[in-house]
Structure formats: structure tokens, C-alpha cells
């Protein structure tokens, strides 16, 4: 069993930035590679960015390209979600999750254990 706790969510202005941050209780993310998803309002989940165990494979949904960055600390402790001038279209409740694999990948379905969530809101 894998405990997951996002935080950094809140209320932000369109073309700001926002930092969110994925921990997992009391292990590192060895072995796991880590994604980010969100469910916009009235929408379904959907993938936003994943990275590999390593940190050296990464992959994005085509909306947040060239905005938004994931990383991970060299202790492999947190994974992290840069989000640079979002949008408004960015409001969602924010998710990390990991997945037994070193590769990143997009599907909902790969992936085994889930955080609770973090609302991240994008005024206009």
C-alpha cells in the first residue's frame, strides 16, 4: 500500500504560476513511476504529465506542453508539478499516482495506488 498527499493546490490568476507537490508516507518513489492527472469540473479524469523512476523519461498531455513540467527530487522523495501560465481551462481537482513500471504512460488504468486530490483554481 502506497499513501499519496498532493498539496500547493489553490486559487491562482491565468498567467501565474503554481508549484504542486506529490509525497508518498513513508517511502520514496523507487521503482514507481509517478503522473499527475485532473478532473475538471462536470469532466472526467483526464492525464496531465507522468515521469519515469528515474526521472529521465517524462511525458505530457498535448494541453499542457511547453507549460507545465514534472520533476523529482534527487531523493526520489516528492515529484513535483510546475505549472507556468495556466489557463483557466487548467481548473481541476489535481491528482498524483504511481504506477509499478519505469516508464511513464497515460493511462488511468496502469496505475495502482491514488492521492486524495488538490483543487487548483485559475481565475481569469
Known amino acids: 500500500q502506497v499513501q499519496l498527499a498532493e498539496s500547493g493546490g489553490g486559487l491562482v490568476q491565468a498567467g501565474d504560476s503554481l508549484r504542486l507537490s506529490c509525497a508518498a508516507s513513508g517511502r520514496t518513489f523507487s521503482g514507481y513511476t509517478v503522473g499527475w492527472f485532473r478532473r475538471p469540473p462536470g469532466k472526467v479524469r483526464e492525464f496531465v504529465a507522468a515521469i519515469g523512476w528515474s526521472g529521465g523519461s517524462t511525458y505530457y498531455a498535448d494541453s499542457v506542453k511547453g507549460r507545465f513540467t514534472i520533476s523529482r527530487d534527487s531523493a526520489k522523495s516528492t515529484v513535483q508539478l510546475q505549472m507556468n501560465g495556466p489557463k483557466p481551462d487548467d481548473t481541476a481537482t489535481y491528482y498524483c499516482?504511481?504506477?509499478?513500471?519505469?516508464?511513464?504512460?497515460?493511462?488511468?488504468?496502469?496505475?495502482?495506488?491514488w492521492g486524495q486530490g488538490t483543487q487548483v483554481t485559475v481565475s481569469s
Open positions: 499516482a504511481v504506477a509499478h513500471r519505469y516508464t511513464p504512460v497515460d493511462s488511468v488504468r496502469e496505475y495502482n495506488y
